[in-house]
């Protein structure tokens, strides 16, 4: 199939030559037939990281002597391109309420508030969204925050993608609704965008060298002061911040070293299943990847004008169907990077390891459940913190509370959490006020129609309905 049918159908939607010239690199990788994944064998684990708890020991921004020029030099970035279909939503992910009707776009609006009041300065703030997601997010902050949207880097319009036919590599075609021909590339879209859309150099006129970037889903990231000071002054290219992975974060994409040394990010779909098992052992590969990202914009530039304008970035291959919510409808590969994998484009990228209170994302109703919970807190400075150090492992049965709909549905109110180890849920179970989970706990519901759980503590216990 000729690349030159994606080109022009790239070209007519206004494509940038950044965005066209990214997804060739994906493309003829897919059609070379060479094996996307990362295989076990290819790489060893990383055993050991420098520990955010060790760099605030020696880099105390507040006591540095160019801490103003430092912090004058960096900016703060959110990516806000997903949807959330896997939680069946149709408007942007961060619009979901993360505690008394509060969404993350409200929290996000208030830490780069409480930020710009706390160091003097008006960071600059960026918003990466999508085409699924800038129209919903300007007229949200339009009501409480429109002062964001009239400042000059506010957002990074992410690119779009052809999907691919997976029998014939041609251009998806499903004339009942165009729009699903396409799909966004994955946040490692984050690079040809920033040239594309010519904000890199816009950031760099403006003074801006240093980039921190983070999941608009994790509020737990916020810009940490003393980690920036690490990265400046030991002139870092690229930073990816880790934490200690638990056994929530089996599935999530782990760092490790490849044959020359180099860091790597391995995600669970460059995974062959022969190697799932040593993937998802989280005492072999130990240091799961946040995604909150400190970037040199000089660095970058600098690696994009020796590569001809594209991050060697990894590609991945997502076999979905054309329409998402017709399982029978056309498969297609939606050909993505990460963001994160430029830890391996980088001479000198560091990993380190911080505290799970950076980490707080929503991938799945069962996170959402979660961060709903009193397990976690709104601090002062807006961010979603853990109020213990261990994790609760919730799992929702799919069949009833794999969408968002179907979550708000059953969950009247969350249970107490803030006590739990580990709630697996079988069934549809209704919950009501005053229900407290503590230790472990499996609740089941045998019956075709959802049960009430009574309201009472939960400890240790295994519960039918």
Same mark, same amino acid.
């Given at each position: 199939?000729?690349?030159?049918?994606?080109?022009?159908?790239?070209?007519?939607?206004?494509?940038?030559?950044?965005?066209?010239?990214?997804?060739?690199?994906?493309?003829?990788?897919?059609?070379?037939?060479?094996?996307?994944?990362?295989?076990?064998?290819?790489?060893?684990?990383?055993?050991?990281?420098?520990?955010?708890?060790?760099?605030?020991?020696?880099?105390?921004?507040?006591?540095?002597?160019?801490?103003?020029?430092?912090?004058?030099?960096?900016?703060?970035?959110?990516?806000?391109?997903?949807?959330?279909?896997?939680?069946?939503?149709?408007?942007?992910?961060?619009?979901?309420?993360?505690?008394?009707?509060?969404?993350?776009?409200?929290?996000?609006?208030?830490?780069?508030?409480?930020?710009?009041?706390?160091?003097?300065?008006?960071?600059?703030?960026?918003?990466?969204?999508?085409?699924?997601?800038?129209?919903?997010?300007?007229?949200?902050?339009?009501?409480?925050?429109?002062?964001?949207?009239?400042?000059?880097?506010?957002?990074?319009?992410?690119?779009?993608?052809?999907?691919?036919?997976?029998?014939?590599?041609?251009?998806?075609?499903?004339?009942?609704?165009?729009?699903?021909?396409?799909?966004?590339?994955?946040?490692?879209?984050?690079?040809?965008?920033?040239?594309?859309?010519?904000?890199?150099?816009?950031?760099?006129?403006?003074?801006?060298?240093?980039?921190?970037?983070?999941?608009?889903?994790?509020?737990?990231?916020?810009?940490?002061?003393?980690?920036?000071?690490?990265?400046? !002054?030991?002139?870092?290219? &690229?930073?990816? %911040?880790? *934490?200690?992975?638990? /056994?929530?974060?089996?599935?999530? @994409?782990?760092? +490790?070293?490849?044959?020359?040394?180099?860091?790597?990010?391995?995600?669970?779909?460059?995974?062959?299943?022969?190697?799932?098992?040593?993937?998802?052992?989280?005492?072999?590969?130990?240091?799961?990847?946040?995604?909150?990202?400190?970037?040199?914009?000089?660095?970058?530039?600098?690696?994009?004008?020796?590569?001809?304008?594209?991050?060697?970035?990894?590609?991945?291959?997502?076999?979905?169907?054309?329409?998402?919510?017709?399982? !029978?409808?056309?498969?297609? &590969?939606?050909? %993505?990077? *990460?963001?994160?994998? /430029?830890?391996?484009?980088?001479? @000198?990228?560091? +990993?380190?390891?911080?505290?799970?209170?950076?980490?707080?994302?929503?991938?799945?109703?069962?996170?959402?459940?979660?961060?709903?919970?009193?397990?976690?807190?709104?601090?002062?400075?807006?961010?979603?913190?853990?109020?213990?150090?261990?994790?609760?492992?919730?799992?929702?049965?799919?069949?009833?509370?794999?969408?968002?709909?179907?979550?708000?549905?059953?969950?009247?109110?969350?249970?107490?959490?803030?006590?739990?180890?580990?709630?697996?849920?079988?069934?549809?179970?209704?919950?009501?006020?005053?229900?407290?989970?503590?230790?472990?706990?499996?609740?089941?519901?045998?019956?075709?129609?959802?049960?009430?759980?009574?309201?009472?503590?939960?400890?240790?216990?295994?519960?039918?309905?």
């Amino acid at each position: 199939m000729s690349l030159d049918i994606f080109k022009t159908k790239m070209s007519a939607d206004a494509a940038s030559q950044a965005a066209i010239k990214a997804f060739q690199r994906n493309y003829e990788a897919l059609v070379s037939g060479a094996n996307l994944d990362i295989r076990e064998q290819d790489i060893t684990p990383v055993d050991a990281l420098p520990s955010l708890a060790d760099i605030k020991e020696t880099h105390r921004l507040a006591k540095h002597p160019q801490a103003k020029e430092i912090l004058a030099a960096t900016a703060v970035l959110k990516l806000n391109g997903g949807l959330g279909t896997s939680m069946g939503l149709e408007r942007a992910k961060s619009l979901l309420p993360v505690k008394h009707g509060i969404t993350f776009l409200d929290l996000i609006a208030k830490q780069i508030k409480y930020l710009r009041e706390e160091v003097k300065l008006e960071v600059p703030f960026t918003l990466m969204n999508s085409y699924n997601t800038s129209d919903d997010t300007k007229s949200y902050l339009s009501v409480k925050n429109g002062e964001l949207l009239e400042e000059p880097h506010f957002e990074l319009m992410q690119n779009k993608t052809p999907k691919v036919d997976a029998a014939t590599l041609a251009p998806a075609s499903y004339p009942a609704n165009p729009a699903l021909e396409w799909c966004p590339p994955g946040h490692g879209d984050f690079y040809p965008s920033l040239i594309g859309t010519g904000m890199m150099e816009r950031l760099l006129s403006d003074g801006v060298k240093y980039l921190f970037v983070s999941n608009g889903d994790n509020l737990g990231a916020d810009l940490e002061k003393d980690l920036l000071c690490y990265f400046a !002054t030991n002139n870092i290219p &690229f930073l990816m %911040e880790c *934490t200690e992975r638990v /056994a929530a974060d089996k599935k999530g @994409g782990h760092v +490790a070293r490849n044959k020359e040394g180099h860091l790597v990010l391995r995600e669970v779909a460059q995974c062959s299943p022969e190697d799932e098992m040593d993937f998802m052992d989280i005492k072999r590969h130990k240091f799961f990847n946040t995604n909150n990202l400190w970037i040199n914009l000089e660095a970058l530039k600098s690696l994009l004008e020796e590569n001809d304008g594209v991050m060697p970035l990894p590609p991945i291959k997502n076999r979905k169907t054309v329409n998402p919510r017709d399982k !029978t409808s056309t498969p297609v &590969f939606q050909l %993505e990077t *990460t963001v994160g994998a /430029a830890i391996q484009c980088f001479p @000198g990228a560091r +990993a380190v390891v911080v505290p799970r209170t950076r980490f707080a994302p929503v991938k799945t109703c069962s996170d959402l459940f979660m961060l709903q919970s009193n397990a976690y807190r709104i601090t002062d400075d807006a961010k979603v913190v853990l109020k213990s150090k261990q994790v609760p492992l919730v799992k929702l049965d799919d069949d009833h509370y794999k969408m968002a709909d179907q979550m708000l549905n059953l969950v009247q109110c969350v249970p107490v959490l803030e006590h739990c180890k580990a709630l697996t849920v079988r069934g549809a179970v209704k919950f009501l006020p005053g229900v407290v989970i503590m230790g472990k706990v499996a609740i089941t519901n045998t019956q075709k129609d959802a049960k009430e759980l009574p309201p009472e503590v939960y400890q240790n216990i295994d519960v039918m309905l």
